[in-house]
């Protein structure tokens, strides 16, 4: 059990950020054990592929039996808008004494790609992680970055209508929050409770997360990775959906579009999933927004578009006509 004890100024310092190397070190579990994440298997399988065996070496011995991933790779962000390439500078500027810390926390013993020198490991890791990026991230983080910031702005909104208890209610069934404790059921046996003195407390939702977890050293900044909303239906392919008549009244494409901003979703996200520029999207987006179909906020440097009540009363009429 981990219980971060919040002060009163850390009550109104609960945030939500998403961290890019964060999401790209917790996937190394399913690059070593992908049958725990069936979701993201061929996604697994195409990476796996294209990955040089040196790299998939490296990658999978940072990880080990419990699924712990060194700390350095999971970096705590302050903002929901981090840049990877700016967190692999930082990785870049850790002292040797950082990185052997880390690794000798998670492993008992060290797999021999992870052995010699701290910062010839360091730099060995470092171009590694790069590669796997490049093979694998690059072409499809604006997709995985629409299904978490949607997360963000679902949990602003729990927020601003349950508070603090109703959020963390929803957020894990590991979770609990009584007064101004935090408390996270893991599998981790350590007993630890953190004063977070100020600090405040990060949320950062993951795609690759069955369950809630934390660092593995108790040093850094206060954190809960939890899994996001949605993550199930990341790499499911876009199909038509909804009743003939709302397809006849807006367009295949709309239709489908109203039915999947039920949750909230850039047009980055949406490009992607339907295979389409994203200025198609736009105007899609624009010309329903227009119509009243859609409601939409800035979230960081993305528009986030949801259904409005006339557009859900539309959805809903939808539902109703397809067949069961």
């Known amino acids: 059990m981990l219980r971060y004890r919040l002060s009163d100024s850390d009550l109104s310092e609960v945030r939500f950020a998403i961290s890019p190397l964060n999401e790209l070190g917790l996937s190394l579990r399913a690059l070593s054990d992908p049958a725990r994440f069936p979701t993201h298997l061929r996604w697994v399988r ?7 065996a040196h790299a998939l070496e490296i990658l999978r011995a940072l990880v080990d039996e419990r699924h712990w991933v060194p700390d350095f790779l999971n970096p705590v962000p302050t903002t929901p808008l981090t840049r990877f390439d700016d967190e692999l500078d930082a990785v870049a ?4 004494s950082r990185v052997d810390r880390d690794l000798d926390a998670v492993h008992r013993v060290r797999p021999a790609p992870l052995r010699g020198p701290a910062e010839t490991v360091r730099d060995r890791v470092l171009d590694a992680v790069a590669t796997y990026w490049d093979a694998s991230f690059r072409t499809t983080w604006a997709r995985m970055r629409g299904v978490l910031d949607a997360d963000i702005v679902h949990r602003g909104r729990t927020v601003g209508r349950s508070g603090l208890v109703g959020m963390f209610a929803d957020l894990a069934p ?20 953190i004063d977070t003195g100020g600090a405040g407390l990060t949320l950062i939702p993951s795609l690759f997360t069955l369950r809630v977890s934390s660092p593995v050293t108790d040093d850094g900044p206060p954190s809960v990775i939890y899994p996001a909303r949605g993550s199930a239906t990341l790499w ?25 901003l039920r949750r909230p979703g850039s047009s980055t996200e949406l490009a992607a999933r339907h295979g389409v ?14 119509a009243g179909l859609l409601t939409r906020a800035r979230h960081g440097r993305s528009t986030l578009y949801l259904t409005s009540e006339l557009g859900e009363s539309l959805a809903a009429v939808a539902d109703d006509a397809t067949p069961g």
């Open 46 to 52: 195409r990476v796996t592929d294209d990955l040089p």
């Open 93 to 96: 500027a850790l002292p040797g």
């Open 174 to 193: 590991a979770v609990s929050f009584g007064g101004r404790t935090v408390s996270l059921a893991l599998r981790d046996p350590r007993d630890r409770t």
């Open 236 to 260: 499911e392919p876009v199909r038509p959906r909804g009743s003939g008549a709302l397809r006849n009244l807006l367009g295949a494409t709309r239709a489908g579009l109203l039915l999947e």
């Open 277 to 290: 520029s994203t200025s198609a999207v736009n105007q899609h987006l624009r010309a329903m927004h227009d």
